[in-house]
């Protein structure tokens, strides 16, 4: 029985990490929209 419940726990420490990667990503993608556009306003100042 303890190793049913600790195989999954395993399971989902790593579907948690998959999704704080995912997640991660994501916000590192609207970083950079937001960089971009700032450069464009600077540029056109």
Do not use: H, P, Y
Not at 21 to 32: F, M, N, Q, V, Y
């Amino acid at each position: 029985m303890i190793r049913v419940i600790l195989i999954g726990l395993s399971l989902f420490a790593l579907t948690a990490c998959e999704t704080a990667k995912g997640a991660g990503k994501d916000i590192e993608k609207a970083g950079d929209a937001i960089q971009g556009a700032a450069t464009d306003v600077q540029e056109n100042l």
